[in-house]
Nanobody
Framework: QLQASGGGLVQAGGSLRLSCVAS????????KAWFRQAPGKEREFVAT????????YYADSVKGRFTISRDNAKNTVYLQMNSLKPEDTAVYFC???????????????WGQGTLVTVSS
């Protein structure tokens, strides 16, 4: 089970931090990722992090603005989003998989999503 939270309404240039808590021992040790889906668009990769935290990948569109991190003691992965833009508006989903990847089908477990709205 994955439970995402932290979404909301923010002005352009602002910041938000998303959290995703994993329950279940096996999922807690998996790689984690964030994807997002804007209205009328396909789900797209945002960022991923390995279980150790030593490997991270970002979509070019968020590189330098977003930071993914995890606290394994709390079974939680975070997405710190800075310098938000209106085009970042989407439902953000957390996901868990056996290894890091950028494709949605590489992840077996998905949270319910949290809505991020960035106003101009």
């Amino acid at each position: 089970q994955l439970q995402a939270s932290g979404g909301g309404l923010v002005q352009a240039g602002g910041s938000l931090r998303l959290s995703c808590v994993a329950s279940g021992r096996s999922i807690s040790t998996y790689a984690k990722a964030w994807f997002r889906q804007a209205p009328g668009k396909e789900r797209e990769f945002v960022a991923t992090i390995s279980w150790s935290g030593g490997t991270t990948y970002y979509a070019d569109s968020v590189k330098g603005r977003f930071t993914i991190s995890r606290d394994n003691a709390k079974n939680t992965v975070y997405l710190q989003m800075n310098s938000l833009k209106p085009e970042d508006t989407a439902v953000y989903f957390c996901a868990a998989g056996e290894t890091v990847g950028v494709l949605h089908f590489e992840y077996m477990y998905w949270g319910q999503g949290t809505l991020v709205t960035v106003s101009s």
